[in-house]
């Protein structure tokens, strides 16, 4: 099962061949979102823009027949779980630059990590072009997938 990250659904939902093409090939039951691409950052983008109310329009019908996968307890867990091993991993060594070290000073946002959590939870592939996922794939098993391809 394929969990799609902003950057692939934003592909999708601009028709980008490739990813048609990729979404076409499988059954419509493999493919699902989350909570955090659809409300968080699709719906940011979306209120941000010049056509606020067509991209609205166009997010919500994009996703009426995928499922989308919400955040609970033990996705919690597996956040802070992730985090820890990440701050272990690529956080500095001194216990008090720690306290002040971000999770997006080790090269991963809040909302990818979200988004992988979700993933390992339920054992989804994520489906990105974002290097975050790549970061936590150093801390963390974690299946990750681009279906763009790069024509020019």
């Not at 010049?50 to 996705?75: H, P």
């Not at 936590?136 to 024509?151: A, C, G, R």
């Amino acid at each position: 099962m394929y969990l799609l990250d902003t950057n692939h659904c934003s592909l999708a939902i601009n028709r980008y061949p490739g990813i048609i093409t990729r979404l076409a090939e499988l059954d419509q039951t493999k493919i699902s979102s989350c909570v955090i691409v659809v409300k968080a950052e699709l719906i940011y983008m979306a209120m941000n823009s010049q056509n606020k109310q067509t991209n609205l329009n166009v997010v919500a019908n994009f996703f009426e027949n995928i499922f989308i996968y919400g955040v609970d307890s033990r996705t919690a867990e597996i956040y802070g779980s992730v985090q820890a091993e990440l701050m272990r991993h690529f956080g500095p060594k001194e216990k008090n630059k720690r306290r002040k070290t971000r999770l997006t000073d080790l090269g991963v946002s809040q909302h990818d990590l979200w988004i992988a959590s979700i993933a390992i939870q339920h054992d989804l592939i994520v489906v990105t072009m974002d290097s975050d996922f790549q970061r936590i794939k150093t801390v963390h098993d974690l299946p990750v997938e681009s279906w763009y391809i790069n024509d020019s």
